[in-house]
């Protein structure tokens, strides 16, 4: 019997070591000689008797605590808490700058100050580099009807064109109203495709929308986009005094203050112009020079990014287009 036993646990333990082991053999090679099994079979000792659980003694009852009176305070500091919740609510509504009204629309509309159609020709200057690294060129329609339509290009040229080609376009396009252009659509293209920074302009509810993200945001009279800025200021009652001016960038709205720094006689490749110098700051800052004997046309633009680095405009052409008389 104990024979018999031994070869079925020697032929299992070799069934085994082959299943778990026979792949790996054949891969790595022979494996070492295994020294001859020996094995006796005993009777198990018998199991140790579990000593018997010992008694857990029940827990001690804990003496019952009184039970607190709520303080007779509590219900004289509610209407305090509540007449401070109502001055601090009364403050911020207060605080909050109130929302722009929609103009009335039986306002008349301004007289233009461009009429037909014409065009401002400029050469773009990094200042950094004293040199020219594009050119721009704007164009204005303005139709009897009382719309208008602006457009502007600029590009690189020379060596930066090589090194980084651009071309972005913007376009304008609304209405004279009471308080000058009056914008209903801003576009902008990149390399001949729309950049997705566009804006829809609703005035009868004082809104414009963003195509960048969807939002839709109030806007107080008087607001313009990128483009129409540069010739909503020769629609200014005073410029020279300053003013404060909605712009939408495409990309957000803001208001900026609109500084002026007084006259200025400048030199452009366009010719000599007795100017208005005005700048708008925030995260970037904008300065313009409108010619005051030229209908206040820009003929300089200076334009400063996050990072310092300083661009210029400077006129090269000024074609009018004289209006059509009947």
């Known amino acids: 019997m104990p024979v018999i036993l031994f070869a079925a646990l020697a032929g299992s333990l070799a069934i085994h070591l082959v299943a778990l082991f026979g792949v790996d053999h054949g891969l790595f090679g022979e494996p070492p000689e295994r020294p001859p099994l020996q094995a006796e079979l005993r009777a198990p000792p018998p199991l140790p008797t579990p000593p018997a659980p010992a008694a857990v003694p029940a827990p001690a009852a804990k003496p019952l605590k009184p039970k607190p009176e709520k303080p007779a305070t509590a219900k004289a500091a509610a209407p305090v808490v509540e007449a401070v919740t109502e001055i601090a609510e009364k403050t911020v509504s207060t605080a909050t700058e109130p929302e722009p009204a929609p103009l009335p629309l039986a306002l008349a509309a301004v007289d233009a100050v461009l009429k037909g159609s014409g065009r401002l020709a400029f050469v773009v200057v990094k200042e950094s580099l004293g040199m020219q690294i594009g050119r ?88 313009q986009d990128l483009l129409s800025l540069n010739y909503q200021l020769a629609y200014l009652p005073a410029p020279e005094n300053g003013s404060t001016i909605g712009v939408v960038t495409g ?63 400077l006129a090269t052409e000024i074609d009018v287009m004289p209006v059509a008389s009947d």
């Open 136 to 223: 721009a060129v704007h164009r204005w329609e303005f139709g009897e009807d009382g719309s208008y339509r602006l457009t502007s290009m600029i590009e690189t040229s020379g060596l930066a064109a090589l090194i980084r080609p651009l071309r972005q376009r913007y376009e304008s396009r609304g209405r004279l109203g009471p308080r000058g252009l009056q914008p209903e659509s801003y576009q902008t293209w990149r390399n001949g495709r729309s950049n997705g920074e566009n804006a829809d302009f609703d005035w009868s509810t004082a809104e414009v929308r963003l195509q960048r993200d969807g939002s839709v945001q109030r806007i107080a009279p008087g607001t």
């Open 251 to 313: 990309r957000k709205y803001e208001r900026y203050d609109l500084d002026s720094f007084g006259e200025e006689e400048i030199d452009t490749p366009a010719g000599r112009f007795r100017t208005l110098h005005l700048r708008a700051a925030g995260e970037t800052l904008t300065e313009i020079w409108i010619a005051l004997d030229h209908q206040r046309l820009p003929v300089k633009i200076r334009f400063t990014d996050k990072k310092g680095d300083s661009y210029q405009q």
